[in-house]
C-alpha cells in the first residue's frame, strides 16, 4: 500500500523560504510510469498544481510559481522535496504530496495517491 | 481564476441525481487530454474518483460516473446520500501551461 507523508515546518515567516519534503513508503519512487507533485490549498480555497518531478530529477512547474520554485528527488531516501522562496501570507495553505501518473502521450495524468496534507502558515 | 471552470455548489435530495460540469477550452480539454475528478471530504486530502473521463479506481461506487465532450466533462452522482456531501474537483492537463490544471471546485450539498 503506498502511503506518502509530508514533513517540514508549519510556521514559516515572510519572505523567507518554505521547504516541505514527502516521504514515499510502500513503492519507489524510481518508477518510470510516474512523476511526483506537490499541491496546495490555501484555507477555503480550490486546489492549485505547484509543480511535478520525475525519478530522473526531470521537471514541470505551475508558471505562475515557477521564478520561486524548486522541487527536487532524493531516490536513495525515496523522498522529494519542496522548496519555495520569497513567501507572503499568501502562501499560507495546505501543501500535499501525490503521486502523477502518466497518460498516453506521456502527460501528466491523475494523481491516484496522495498524503494527508501539511499545514503552512507565512506569518511573522 | 481556474483553467477548467466549475459550478461553485450544487445540490440535491437523498436519492436524487446530480451533475457537475468542467468547461475547459481548446488547450486542455478540446485538445483531447482526459479528465480526472476527485473527492474532498471535509478536513481530509482529495481522492482519485473517476480517471480518464470515465474510469472508477477500484472501491468507488458505482453511483459516480464520468464523460467528456468537446471542451466540457460531467460528474454525474445518482442516488445521492448524505455522505456524498463534499467538494468535487476536475483536473486536466493543459499543452500551453506544460502542466496540469484544476477546476475551482464544487461544493455539494444534501437537503
Known amino acids: 500500500q503506498l502511503q506518502l507523508q509530508e514533513s517540514g515546518p508549519g510556521l514559516v515567516k515572510p519572505a523567507e523560504t518554505l521547504s516541505l519534503t514527502c516521504t514515499v513508503s510502500?513503492?519507489?519512487?524510481?518508477?518510470?510510469?510516474?512523476?511526483w507533485d506537490w499541491i496546495r490549498q490555501p484555507p477555503g480555497k480550490g486546489l492549485e498544481w505547484i509543480g511535478s518531478?520525475?525519478?530522473?530529477?526531470?521537471?514541470y512547474y505551475n508558471p505562475s510559481l515557477k521564478s520561486r520554485v524548486t522541487i527536487s528527488v532524493d531516490t536513495s531516501k525515496n523522498q522529494f522535496s519542496l522548496k519555495l522562496s520569497s513567501v507572503t501570507a499568501a502562501d499560507t495553505a495546505v501543501y500535499y504530496c501525490a503521486r502523477h501518473d502518466l497518460g498516453g502521450r506521456g502527460e501528466l495524468s491523475y494523481l491516484d495517491h496522495w498524503g494527508q496534507g501539511s499545514l503552512v502558515t507565512v506569518s511573522s | 481564476q481556474s483553467v477548467l471552470t466549475q459550478p461553485p455548489s450544487v445540490s440535491g435530495a437523498p436519492g436524487q441525481r446530480v451533475t457537475i460540469s468542467c468547461t475547459g477550452s481548446?488547450?486542455?480539454?478540446?485538445?483531447?487530454?482526459?479528465v480526472h475528478w476527485y473527492q474532498q471530504l471535509p478536513g481530509t486530502a482529495p481522492k482519485l474518483l473517476i480517471y480518464?473521463?470515465?474510469n472508477r479506481p477500484s472501491g468507488v461506487p458505482d453511483r459516480f460516473s464520468g464523460s467528456k465532450s468537446g471542451t466540457s466533462a460531467s460528474l454525474a452522482i445518482t442516488g445521492l446520500q448524505a455522505e456524498d456531501e463534499a467538494d468535487y474537483y476536475c483536473q486536466s492537463y493543459d499543452i500551453s501551461l506544460s502542466g496540469s490544471v484544476f477546476g475551482g471546485g464544487t461544493k455539494l450539498t444534501v437537503l
Open positions: 518531478i520525475f525519478q530522473s530529477g526531470s521537471t
Open positions: 510502500g513503492g519507489s519512487i524510481r518508477s518510470s510510469s510516474y512523476f
Open positions: 480518464g473521463n470515465s
Open positions: 481548446s488547450s486542455n480539454i478540446g485538445a483531447n487530454y482526459d
